[in-house]
């Protein structure tokens, strides 16, 4: 059965930090890349940042680089992000993303950052 854990969401204050962290079952074959989208009310599900498991090619969405970091553990098919200096705006639901011959995808970790 496949399933992704995700950890690391909950309340910040602006201007301060959060890692969350997403596994990924050894039953997912192939990945290709792993990551982290985000949703929050009223708004279309954006990417927040990939990255690849070859080459480790990171992407990030736009006003997110310079603040988050994405990397992971391969041997372990985790997926982390740190957030840091973070803002009232970055409120939302994060969803970890595991592509592989399928597309995971994860339940969600709430993320409030208030002013």
């Known amino acids: 059965q496949v399933q992704l854990v995700e950890s690391g969401g909950g309340l910040v204050q602006a201007g301060g930090s959060l890692r969350l962290s997403c596994a990924a079952s050894s039953s997912i074959s192939s990945i290709s890349s792993l990551g982290w989208y985000r949703q929050s009310p009223g708004r279309e599900r954006e990417l927040v940042a990939t990255i690849t498991t070859g080459s480790a090619i990171r992407s990030y969405g736009n006003g997110i680089k310079g603040r988050f970091t994405i990397s992971t553990n391969n041997a372990e098919n985790t997926v982390y992000l740190q957030m840091n200096n973070l803002k009232v705006e970055d409120t939302a639901v994060y969803f970890c993303?595991?592509?592989?011959?399928?597309?995971?995808w994860g339940q969600g970790t709430q993320v409030t950052v208030s002013s």
């Open positions: 993303i595991v592509r592989g011959r399928k597309t995971y």
